[in-house]
Nanobody
Framework: QLQLVESGGGLARPGESLRLSCVGS????????IAWFRRAPGKGREWVSV????????DYTESVKGRFTISRDHAKKTVYLQMNSLKSEDTAIYYC????????????????WGQGTQVTVSS
């Protein structure tokens, strides 16, 4: 069974950067679209970004466009989320998840989830 483990979260100041990693084990990630979601304190789960299974195309929610970059390394079974110019509103627990549907941002389309990594942006 596929398992996902996120890492790379932590404390950053506004304007700084963090890179999150999502490592898969148990089976290949090659056939899955991989997304990042986040849940901020007191708020619902929000889709952040997704990378396709085929051409590596990334898509982003409007609030992170130009600041976040998603990428994947098939050989390492790893998906990254490079987060630059962090803002306080990026504070959340970040989760990666897999879907057999490319390009979807609906959480219900995602089957496997990691346990999450905390990102805190504060001065």
């Amino acid at each position: 069974q596929l398992q996902l483990v996120e890492s790379g979260g932590g404390l950053a100041r506004p304007g700084e950067s963090l890179r999150l990693s999502c490592v898969g084990s148990g089976e290949t990630l090659d056939y899955y679209a991989i997304a990042w979601f986040r849940r901020a304190p007191g708020k619902g789960r929000e889709w952040v970004s997704v990378i396709s299974s085929s051409d590596g195309h990334g898509d982003y929610t409007e609030s992170v466009k130009g600041r976040f970059t998603i990428s994947r390394d098939h050989a390492k079974k790893t998906v990254y989320l490079q987060m630059n110019s962090l803002k306080s509103e990026d504070t959340a627990i970040y989760y990666c998840a897999t879907s057999i549907k490319d390009g979807t941002y609906r959480a219900t389309d995602y089957d496997y989830w990691g346990q999450g990594t905390q990102v805190t942006v504060s001065s």
